[in-house]
């Protein structure tokens, strides 16, 4: 069996044009919605995430102010920037790319952020409302995850979808987000992990199998029943090379899976940019 692909490209074109007609809205209304990003230290890699993000707010109309702090920057100087972009009636949303030096207390320059401008839905508050089903940012793998899936036309409501991996900016608010009431949604979800020693027992029930633990390769066929939905959301890179959860030969059992490149990642960029866009429209009403 050649498993059906199930790129995030055609996803993410979707997402984005859908944003257009609202960003020029907005404009029309005299607010123009702007993202600011934060970058601290000179990972390449970071810099060039901040890079590509900065071009393509251009590109879709919106601000993009950047502050980029040196390497041995403290906690204090960082702080200082996400008030000012609390602040700034000009930023609607704000990112701090991650991963920041090791002086640099990330989770604390997270709570110092307004909860509201949170592009990445990850501030506690927004995790919170996330539980309670209330309207903010949603953390932007998962809600891309839910759109690809929906997208797709693959079958969640009623379906059991097992979530391999249980971190804080995947898997635990994937599985709020996939159990919540709505058509893409609806599932019944199972969260395992490293930590189960059986975990297979349950990848093997499933109807959707979502890989997001960052160990390389650690999904393989016989973790699966043929005609499964898996979707790789974890990955770790070695250098410049991206290494997914997902073993290729998985695409030999499945019946659709996602690419080891061009998955799910278009995917969480267009939602970071959706919830740029939302927050700029909350803001304006």
């Known amino acids: 069996m050649t498993a059906r692909l199930l790129p995030g490209g055609p996803v993410a074109e979707a997402v984005l044009a859908d944003l257009g007609p609202r960003i020029e809205a907005l404009v029309a209304a005299g607010h123009r919605p702007g993202l600011g990003t934060i970058l601290v230290g000179d990972d390449s890699a970071s810099a060039g995430y901040i890079r590509m993000k900065m071009e393509k707010a251009t590109a879709l109309g919106l601000t993009s102010p950047h502050v980029h ?45 307004d909860p509201d401008k949170d592009v990445d839905g990850l501030h506690p508050v927004n995790m919170g409302r996330l539980a309670l089903g209330m309207p903010g940012p949603v953390p932007c793998t998962p809600a891309g995850i839910e759109a690809l899936l929906a997208h ?3 079958p969640v409501s009623g379906r059991h979808v097992v979530i391999l991996g249980r971190g804080t900016t995947l898997g635990r608010p994937l599985a709020l987000l996939l159990s919540q009431k709505r058509p893409t949604a609806n599932a019944a979800v199972t969260v395992v992990h490293t930590g189960v020693p059986d975990w297979p027992e349950y990848t093997r029930r499933a109807d ?45 059992v499945a019946g659709a899976v996602t690419p080891r490149l061009g998955g799910v990642g278009p995917t969480t960029i267009a939602m970071l940019f959706r919830n740029a866009v939302e927050a700029a429209e909350r803001r304006a009403a």
């Open 69 to 113: 702090l040196p390497q041995d920057a403290t906690q204090a100087d960082l702080l200082a920037v996400v008030r000012e972009f609390n602040a700034a009636g000009d930023v609607d949303a704000v990112l701090i790319q991650h991963p920041t030096p090791p002086q640099i207390d990330f989770d604390a320059a997270l709570l110092e952020l």
């Open 208 to 252: 959707v199998v979502i890989a997001a633990v960052g160990v390389p390769g650690i999904l393989r066929p016989e973790h699966l029943t043929p005609g499964v939905t898996v979707v790789g959301g974890g990955v770790r890179y070695e250098g410049k090379r991206l290494l997914p959860d997902v073993d290729e030969s998985c695409a030999e």
């Open 152 to 154: 797709h036309e693959i």
